[in-house]
């Protein structure tokens, strides 16, 4: 960034030549190493200023804008001071421990220059824009900091953080690894409940053959229906009876037997899945099971 050196397109050398000039022709009431020293550091601060030294450009612009120096030249400086003052970046410094615990007995160097002895007075330091290195030393122990200032930019904090290394360092907890639930799975049971219906009236079916072919006369045959008795004889209708008793059992047993191996069937061949699923596919509500 350019900046004026005064109202007159001069240069630093053109400006000092003038001044002295204009000094030499002031009545002698000031002693002549005054007069030099003022405008040699009027010359020294242009010079700063043009390469970016910013903070010692400044405190040189003071020390010629003192009562001591001639007007013209107090004047010149105490206004590139002020200009100055505007941009020179201004910061604060920190130290802490791993607890966040301020360490006041601290040393800072910037750019391996020291700056500060302690932190306890909470000053704050004027340095040039720019990259620095900032070193921190807390009993024995060092933390750099590299940080890139900005002009105009005030009061920033640099904080360094010590962390003691001889402390045992916590090893980081691994959680547990928890299986995730095997999800339980379940068959329905409505085909077992076919099936058992099935069992019974297959028992039925074969308790009812039995007593119905138990009740045919022995002169009677259930399986060609014939008798060898007279055509009025009591026999016969006792074996019609118990023919008709053992067809009843014969039907209910086949069905019976049928409905329990479809039940068996269905119960092997059906997709099982877990409750929560089945309960999903019933829409959310509750399950049923039979």
């Excluded at 050196?5 to 240069?11: D, N, Y």
């Excluded at 704050?124 to 030393?137: M, Q, T």
Aim: aromatic residues 4%; hydrophobic residues 40%; glycine residues 8%.
């Amino acid at each position: 960034m350019s900046m004026r050196r005064s109202s007159l397109p001069m240069s630093a050398s053109s400006l000092a030549l003038a001044l002295a000039a204009t000094i030499l022709l002031l009545p002698a009431t000031s002693a002549a190493g005054s007069r030099e020293e003022c405008v040699d550091a009027h010359s020294r601060a242009q010079d700063l200023r043009e390469r970016g030294q910013l903070a010692q450009a400044r405190r040189t612009f003071l020390t010629c804008a003192q009562s001591s120096c001639p007007s013209i030249v107090q004047q010149d400086c105490a206004r590139f001071s002020e200009e100055l003052a505007q941009l020179v970046p201004s910061v604060t410094f920190g130290a802490r421990d791993a607890n966040a615990a301020d360490l006041p007995a601290t040393t800072v160097y910037v750019d391996d220059s020291i700056v500060a002895t302690r932190l306890d007075d909470g000053k704050s330091y004027e340095l040039d824009p720019g990259k620095h290195v900032v070193r921190y030393v807390h009993d024995g122990r060092e933390t750099t900091l590299r940080v890139v200032l900005n002009q105009g930019e005030r009061g920033r904090l640099l904080v360094a953080t010590f962390i003691d290394k001889s402390a045992p360092r916590r090893e980081r907890e691994t959680p547990e690894t928890i299986e995730p639930p095997v999800p339980e799975t379940k068959r329905s049971a409505l085909p077992l409940v076919f099936a058992g219906i099935g069992a019974a009236a297959a028992v039925t079916g074969g308790v009812l053959y039995a007593i119905g072919s138990g009740s045919v006369p022995d002169n009677c045959s259930v399986s060609t229906k014939e008798c060898s008795t007279a055509p009025n004889d009591p026999s016969l209708s006792k074996a019609e009876s118990g023919v008709r008793l053992a067809n009843t059992g014969l039907a209910i047993g086949i069905s019976g037997a049928v409905t329990l191996a479809s039940g068996i069937i269905w119960y092997l061949v059906q997709p099982s899945g877990s409750s929560d699923s089945r309960r999903a596919r019933l829409g959310g509500g509750p399950l049923f099971t039979f």
